[in-house]
Protein backbone atom coordinates (compact mmCIF):
# COMPACT_ATOMS: atom_id res chain seq x y z
CA UNK A 1 0.00 0.00 0.00
CA UNK A 2 1.39 3.25 -0.79
CA UNK A 3 2.24 6.00 1.91
CA UNK A 4 1.01 8.69 -0.55
CA UNK A 5 -2.25 9.77 -1.63
CA UNK A 6 -2.20 11.97 -4.48
CA UNK A 7 -4.87 14.56 -4.81
CA UNK A 8 -3.81 16.25 -8.28
CA UNK A 9 -3.06 19.54 -6.77
CA UNK A 10 -1.19 17.74 -3.25
CA UNK A 11 0.35 14.90 -2.36
CA UNK A 12 -0.84 14.05 1.01
CA UNK A 13 2.05 11.70 2.78
CA UNK A 14 -0.43 9.62 5.20
CA UNK A 15 2.55 7.37 6.23
CA UNK A 16 3.84 10.21 8.78
CA UNK A 17 1.56 8.99 11.60
CA UNK A 18 3.17 5.71 11.74
CA UNK A 19 6.65 7.33 10.85
CA UNK A 20 6.43 10.50 13.73
CA UNK A 21 3.31 9.73 15.73
CA UNK A 22 0.90 12.71 14.40
CA UNK A 23 -0.32 13.08 10.90
CA UNK A 24 1.19 15.37 8.14
CA UNK A 25 0.63 19.34 9.71
CA UNK A 26 -1.14 21.55 7.22
CA UNK A 27 0.42 25.23 6.81
CA UNK A 28 -2.84 27.16 5.97
CA UNK A 29 -1.87 30.46 4.38
CA UNK A 30 -1.34 30.76 0.77
CA UNK A 31 -3.76 27.33 -0.05
CA UNK A 32 -7.51 27.71 -1.46
CA UNK A 33 -10.22 26.43 0.71
CA UNK A 34 -11.32 24.35 -1.66
CA UNK A 35 -7.88 22.90 -1.34
CA UNK A 36 -7.89 22.88 2.57
CA UNK A 37 -11.18 21.21 2.83
CA UNK A 38 -9.97 18.59 0.77
CA UNK A 39 -6.53 18.18 2.43
CA UNK A 40 -8.10 18.00 5.72
CA UNK A 41 -11.22 15.36 4.74
CA UNK A 42 -8.69 13.22 2.98
CA UNK A 43 -6.05 13.62 6.44
CA UNK A 44 -8.87 12.67 8.55
CA UNK A 45 -10.15 9.67 6.48
CA UNK A 46 -6.48 8.05 6.38
CA UNK A 47 -5.09 8.66 9.83
CA UNK A 48 -6.44 8.09 13.38
CA UNK A 49 -4.49 10.73 14.93
CA UNK A 50 -4.97 14.64 15.51
CA UNK A 51 -5.35 16.98 12.65
CA UNK A 52 -4.15 20.17 12.84
CA UNK A 53 -4.11 23.26 9.99
CA UNK A 54 -1.39 25.82 11.24
CA UNK A 55 -1.71 29.77 10.39
CA UNK A 56 -5.27 29.39 9.65
CA UNK A 57 -6.99 32.96 9.60
CA UNK A 58 -10.41 33.09 11.45
CA UNK A 59 -12.76 33.89 8.02
CA UNK A 60 -10.96 30.84 6.59
CA UNK A 61 -11.37 28.44 9.66
CA UNK A 62 -15.21 29.16 9.38
CA UNK A 63 -14.75 27.97 5.87
CA UNK A 64 -12.95 24.99 6.15
CA UNK A 65 -15.46 23.83 9.78
CA UNK A 66 -18.62 24.55 7.34
CA UNK A 67 -17.82 21.67 4.78
CA UNK A 68 -15.81 19.42 7.60
CA UNK A 69 -17.14 19.80 10.70
CA UNK A 70 -16.19 18.65 14.11
CA UNK A 71 -13.24 20.64 14.85
CA UNK A 72 -12.34 23.93 16.54
CA UNK A 73 -10.52 26.49 15.84
CA UNK A 74 -7.88 28.03 18.35
CA UNK A 75 -7.99 32.37 17.87
CA UNK A 76 -4.76 33.76 19.61
CA UNK A 77 -2.98 30.63 18.18
CA UNK A 78 -4.31 30.53 14.63
CA UNK A 79 -4.78 26.69 14.82
CA UNK A 80 -7.44 24.11 13.54
CA UNK A 81 -7.45 21.09 15.01
CA UNK A 82 -9.47 17.62 14.71
CA UNK A 83 -9.23 14.91 17.21
CA UNK A 84 -6.90 16.57 19.42
CA UNK A 85 -4.82 13.52 21.36
CA UNK A 86 -5.84 13.39 25.28
CA UNK A 87 -4.23 14.63 28.01
CA UNK A 88 -0.66 12.48 28.70
CA UNK A 89 1.78 12.85 31.62
CA UNK A 90 4.39 14.76 29.20
CA UNK A 91 4.60 18.70 31.05
CA UNK A 92 5.53 21.55 28.91
CA UNK A 93 5.98 25.14 29.88
CA UNK A 94 5.99 27.99 27.36
CA UNK A 95 7.41 31.19 28.49
CA UNK A 96 7.32 34.58 26.55
CA UNK A 97 9.55 37.36 27.14
CA UNK A 98 6.77 40.03 26.14
CA UNK A 99 3.24 40.44 25.11
CA UNK A 100 4.26 40.95 21.11
CA UNK A 101 5.56 37.53 21.67
CA UNK A 102 2.08 36.44 22.75
CA UNK A 103 0.96 35.33 19.15
CA UNK A 104 4.18 32.85 18.80
CA UNK A 105 3.58 31.77 22.63
CA UNK A 106 -0.08 30.99 21.87
CA UNK A 107 0.79 28.65 18.44
CA UNK A 108 3.19 27.00 20.68
CA UNK A 109 0.74 26.55 23.08
CA UNK A 110 -1.94 25.22 21.23
CA UNK A 111 0.05 22.74 19.33
CA UNK A 112 1.11 21.34 21.71
CA UNK A 113 -2.17 20.99 23.52
CA UNK A 114 -3.47 19.52 20.53
CA UNK A 115 -0.73 16.71 20.27
CA UNK A 116 -2.03 15.93 24.05
CA UNK A 117 0.73 17.25 26.28
CA UNK A 118 -0.40 19.97 29.45
CA UNK A 119 1.10 22.98 28.99
CA UNK A 120 1.24 25.99 31.79
CA UNK A 121 1.89 29.45 30.43
CA UNK A 122 3.96 31.93 31.67
CA UNK A 123 3.66 35.01 29.59
CA UNK A 124 5.62 38.80 29.78
CA UNK A 125 8.66 37.51 31.79
CA UNK A 126 11.48 39.15 29.92
CA UNK A 127 15.05 39.88 31.32
CA UNK A 128 14.20 43.56 31.91
CA UNK A 129 12.57 42.13 34.87
CA UNK A 130 14.12 39.89 36.39
CA UNK A 131 12.15 39.10 39.27
CA UNK A 132 9.22 38.10 36.37
CA UNK A 133 11.23 34.87 35.71
CA UNK A 134 12.94 34.55 38.94
CA UNK A 135 9.26 34.02 40.47
CA UNK A 136 8.14 31.63 37.93
CA UNK A 137 11.39 29.00 38.48
CA UNK A 138 9.53 26.62 40.34
CA UNK A 139 6.80 26.19 37.55
CA UNK A 140 9.58 26.39 34.99
CA UNK A 141 12.14 23.10 37.05
CA UNK A 142 8.55 21.11 37.21
CA UNK A 143 7.93 21.08 33.40
CA UNK A 144 9.48 17.93 31.65
CA UNK A 145 10.68 20.45 28.96
CA UNK A 146 10.24 24.76 28.39
CA UNK A 147 9.43 26.28 25.35
CA UNK A 148 11.27 30.06 25.64
CA UNK A 149 10.11 32.70 23.05
CA UNK A 150 11.94 36.34 22.94
CA UNK A 151 12.50 38.88 20.56
CA UNK A 152 14.84 42.02 20.87
CA UNK A 153 17.81 40.20 21.63
CA UNK A 154 16.92 36.87 23.00
CA UNK A 155 18.43 36.54 26.26
CA UNK A 156 16.01 35.05 28.05
CA UNK A 157 16.30 31.46 26.35
CA UNK A 158 20.31 31.49 28.12
CA UNK A 159 18.78 32.85 31.78
CA UNK A 160 15.96 29.59 31.51
CA UNK A 161 18.60 27.80 30.62
CA UNK A 162 20.96 28.23 33.21
CA UNK A 163 17.38 27.71 35.60
CA UNK A 164 16.70 24.99 34.47
CA UNK A 165 18.22 21.13 33.76
CA UNK A 166 15.03 20.04 31.48
CA UNK A 167 15.72 20.55 27.63
CA UNK A 168 14.76 24.03 26.34
CA UNK A 169 13.80 24.91 23.19
CA UNK A 170 14.15 28.59 22.40
CA UNK A 171 12.19 30.84 19.87
CA UNK A 172 13.45 33.92 18.50
CA UNK A 173 11.03 36.46 17.54
CA UNK A 174 10.53 39.00 15.27
CA UNK A 175 9.83 41.79 17.48
CA UNK A 176 12.00 44.34 18.39
CA UNK A 177 13.71 47.79 16.90
CA UNK A 178 15.99 48.26 13.86
CA UNK A 179 18.65 46.06 15.05
CA UNK A 180 16.91 43.13 16.37
CA UNK A 181 16.74 42.79 12.49
CA UNK A 182 13.57 41.05 12.41
CA UNK A 183 14.35 38.40 14.29
CA UNK A 184 17.73 37.27 13.90
CA UNK A 185 19.41 39.08 16.38
CA UNK A 186 17.59 36.88 18.91
CA UNK A 187 18.06 34.00 16.16
CA UNK A 188 21.75 34.21 16.18
CA UNK A 189 21.99 35.06 20.04
CA UNK A 190 20.21 32.24 21.62
CA UNK A 191 22.51 30.11 18.86
CA UNK A 192 25.77 31.65 20.61
CA UNK A 193 23.41 31.09 23.82
CA UNK A 194 26.63 30.30 26.98
CA UNK A 195 23.50 28.20 28.18
CA UNK A 196 24.79 24.43 27.01
CA UNK A 197 22.45 22.53 24.96
CA UNK A 198 19.49 24.88 24.33
CA UNK A 199 18.18 24.16 21.24
CA UNK A 200 16.76 26.84 18.78
CA UNK A 201 13.73 26.92 15.86
CA UNK A 202 13.36 29.40 13.15
CA UNK A 203 11.89 32.81 14.00
CA UNK A 204 8.47 32.89 15.28
CA UNK A 205 8.21 29.18 15.10
CA UNK A 206 5.70 28.42 17.70
CA UNK A 207 5.21 25.48 15.37
CA UNK A 208 8.32 24.21 14.99
CA UNK A 209 9.06 24.78 18.66
CA UNK A 210 5.99 22.62 19.70
CA UNK A 211 7.15 19.40 17.31
CA UNK A 212 10.27 19.55 18.97
CA UNK A 213 8.15 19.07 21.93
CA UNK A 214 6.42 16.11 20.57
CA UNK A 215 9.54 14.50 19.18
CA UNK A 216 10.92 14.63 23.23
CA UNK A 217 7.11 13.73 23.95
CA UNK A 218 7.73 10.49 21.94
CA UNK A 219 10.94 9.23 23.87
CA UNK A 220 9.97 10.08 27.21
CA UNK A 221 6.25 7.69 26.29
CA UNK A 222 8.89 5.21 24.87
CA UNK A 223 11.05 5.29 28.00
CA UNK A 224 7.69 5.04 30.24
CA UNK A 225 6.86 2.17 28.32
CA UNK A 226 10.05 0.47 28.53
CA UNK A 227 9.51 0.59 31.96
CA UNK A 228 6.27 -0.65 32.74
CA UNK A 229 7.19 -3.68 30.78
CA UNK A 230 10.33 -4.38 32.53
CA UNK A 231 8.49 -3.99 35.56
CA UNK A 232 5.83 -6.28 34.60
CA UNK A 233 8.01 -8.85 32.66
CA UNK A 234 11.38 -8.28 35.05
CA UNK A 235 14.83 -8.28 32.85
CA UNK A 236 15.68 -10.37 30.34
CA UNK A 237 16.97 -13.59 30.67
Not at 37 to 43: A, C, F, H, W
Not at 192 to 201: H, K, L
Amino acid sequence: MTNIVNLGFAQLDIGREHRQGVPEVVYGPGKDISHLREIVSRLLACNSGVVMVTRLDPDSAAEVLHSVPGGTYHRDGRLLVYRPAPPGAFHVAVVSAGTSDYAVASEAEAVCTAMGMNTTAIHDAGVAGLDRILAATDQLREADTVIVIAGMEGALASVVGGLVARPVIAVPTSTGYGASLDGVTALLAMHASCAAGVTVVNIDSGFGAAMAAHRLNQAFTHHQRAGAALHRNGPAR
